[in-house]
């Protein structure tokens, strides 16, 4: 049984950061692939960034090049979102997800398994 536990979610004020992280348990996690997504009040679920089984390969929604980074462990099975120049459209609940092929998808679609979210606020 996957599981997947985020954290770091808070209120930040507009250009600032925060880091998120996602902890894998169950089946080998150097297999999946791994994704953020985020949905605020009233909007569908978007994708944010996701990475490879390696961490060889990312890509990332437009909206938050060069300002977000992914990466992953995959010796501590954990997942990170570092979040610089945070914007009030940022605001959101953000997901990780996971997915068995191990490769790169932005759709919802391509994801097998959710975590519960953590919230991000960010004030301007």
């Known amino acids: 049984q996957v599981q997947l536990v985020e954290s770091g979610g808070g209120l930040v004020q507009a250009g600032g950061s925060l880091r998120l992280s996602c902890t894998y348990s169950?089946?080998?996690?150097?297999?999946?692939?791994m994704g953020w997504f985020r949905q605020a009040p009233g909007k569908e679920r978007e994708f944010v960034a996701a990475?490879?089984?390696?961490?060889?390969?990312?890509d990332y929604a437009d909206s938050v090049k060069g300002r977000f980074t992914i990466s992953r462990n995959n010796v501590k099975n954990t997942m990170s979102l570092q979040m610089n120049s945070l914007k009030p459209e940022d605001t959101a609940v953000y997901y990780c997800?996971?997915?068995?092929?191990?490769?790169?998808?932005?759709?919802?679609?391509?994801?097998?398994?959710w975590g519960q979210g953590t919230r991000v606020t960010v004030a301007s």
């Open positions: 169950g089946r080998t996690f150097s297999t999946y692939g």
């Open positions: 990475i490879n089984w390696s961490g060889g390969r990312t």
């Open positions: 997800a996971a997915q068995i092929g191990g490769g790169i998808y932005s759709s919802t679609r391509g994801y097998d398994y």
